[in-house]
């Protein structure tokens, strides 16, 4: 995926500027998000504390992150938690908003990953399920809970074990819980979308669309099957569920396959049902009048995990300042600041309270704060070997024709 260069000075304007362009989703929504932010917002690849170092600079460390995923101030073109950060802690982060793209990002440090060098950054948040990789391959410091009170106390319970790899999250801690489920427009589809099969209704056919991400298409789909995305299923489980994905590409049924520019589809009605993440349809709602209509189904959704990890290249006293970064951020004042402008779901305990207090509005929005029976909902999809993910990320390419 190719990174685009803003044009406008108004992000406001950036979907349309955007349109039909093949985006991070990451982009578009924060694009959507920081509405009426100066352009110093997008193009920035450094964001605060710009003089920082790493590696063995003991003067500050280095955060790569991806972008629009932290707190922005327009006025000041600051990120005001990490500017209170590194006031309290006296040493300076140079936050990168470097990663588009799991598999680009990883294949930028991978050799320095396996020679122990440090990679440019002494900490990044990658998803879990490339996060499993470099940790099985241990090239990733352990960290030390004993400067981690905060997240002892205050990770969410469902995210201990989450990654089935790293139980007890001793080499990746929950950055920011990107969330997917179903997507319809309120008025077009008044029945909504309840069970998987609702989605092959004949007055939607055409306007049906999915993520052409697999994680996320594939384990809606075999929960609305239901299998469990992240028990024990094979290769019977995954062919029946790609067997119904085929079926309903081949009738027309389901038309819009997109992995970062669906919502235009949306907007422009040309989608009316969807597979979609929970951030991206809160920012739609607030441009768009809430004319849809999002929810987790009782099927399952899909919930991921964007880390930190530190690489094995990082300085013993870098790490040491990287826990400090993260301890900061399980603080759920300072995740609720983060949580109003990324819209993800936070990982930390109390941030919903928080919220209250900063934005009574998203702290009452089940898409970021999920209720007791939506976190029974949203599943993890389980790590797949190496040969696993090139057998069933092939089949899916092929299904949908990419």
């Avoid at 040309?270 to 929970?278: F, H, I, N, Q, S």
Wanted: with cysteine; net charge negative; glycine share 10%.
């Amino acid at each position: 995926m190719n990174r685009p260069l803003p044009e406008d000075p108004i992000v406001r304007n950036i979907v349309q500027l955007i349109r039909g362009a093949q985006l991070n989703r990451r982009q578009l929504l924060r694009g959507v998000a920081a509405a009426g932010a100066g352009a110093g917002a997008l193009g920035l690849a450094s964001c605060a504390g710009g003089g920082g170092g790493g590696g063995g600079d003991s003067k500050g460390i280095v955060w790569g992150n991806w972008t629009y995923y932290l707190d922005y101030d327009a006025d000041t073109d600051t990120n005001p938690t990490l500017e209170a950060f590194m006031e309290q802690a006296g040493f300076d982060v140079q936050y990168i908003e470097d990663i588009d793209d799991n598999n680009t990002f990883y294949g930028k440090i991978k050799d320095q990953l396996k020679l122990g060098q440090f990679t440019g950054y002494d900490t990044i948040t990658l998803t879990d399920w490339i996060n499993a990789r470099i940790i099985e391959a241990n090239e990733v410091q352990e960290f030390d809970y004993a400067n981690l009170p905060n997240v002892t106390k205050n990770l969410v319970d469902s995210q201990w074990d989450a990654l089935d790899v790293d139980p007890g999250r001793k080499f990746s801690v929950p950055w920011q819980l990107p969330a997917s489920g179903w997507v319809w427009n309120t008025e077009a589809v008044p029945k909504g979308i309840k069970t998987l099969d609702d989605f092959l209704r004949p007055e939607l056919k055409g306007k049906v669309g999915v993520l052409s991400e697999m994680r996320d298409t594939m384990g809606m789909i075999l929960s609305g099957l239901g299998y469990d995305p992240a028990g024990q299923w094979g290769d019977k489980e995954f062919d029946e569920s790609l067997a119904w994905l085929s079926d309903a590409i081949d009738s027309g049924q389901i038309k819009n396959i997109k992995g970062n520019s669906y919502t235009q589809d949306l907007q422009r009605g040309d989608t009316l049902a969807a597979m979609a993440w929970t951030g991206d349809v809160i920012m739609l709602n607030v441009e768009n009048d809430n004319q849809w209509t999002m929810e987790v189904p009782e099927s399952g959704g899909m919930i991921a995990s964007d880390s930190f990890t530190v690489p094995n290249g990082t300085s013993k006293e870098n790490k040491a300042k990287v826990e400090e970064l993260i301890n900061y951020y399980y603080d759920p004042e300072v995740m609720a600041q983060v949580a109003d402008y990324a819209t993800f779901v936070p990982p930390v305990k109390g941030t919903q309270e928080a919220m209250q207090k900063l934005n009574p509005e998203n702290a009452d929005n089940p898409l970021i704060f999920p209720s007791e029976k939506d976190w029974e909902n949203l599943h993890s999809f389980r790590t797949l070997t190496a040969a696993e993910d090139k057998k069933y990320s092939t089949e899916f390419q092929n299904v949908l024709g990419l």
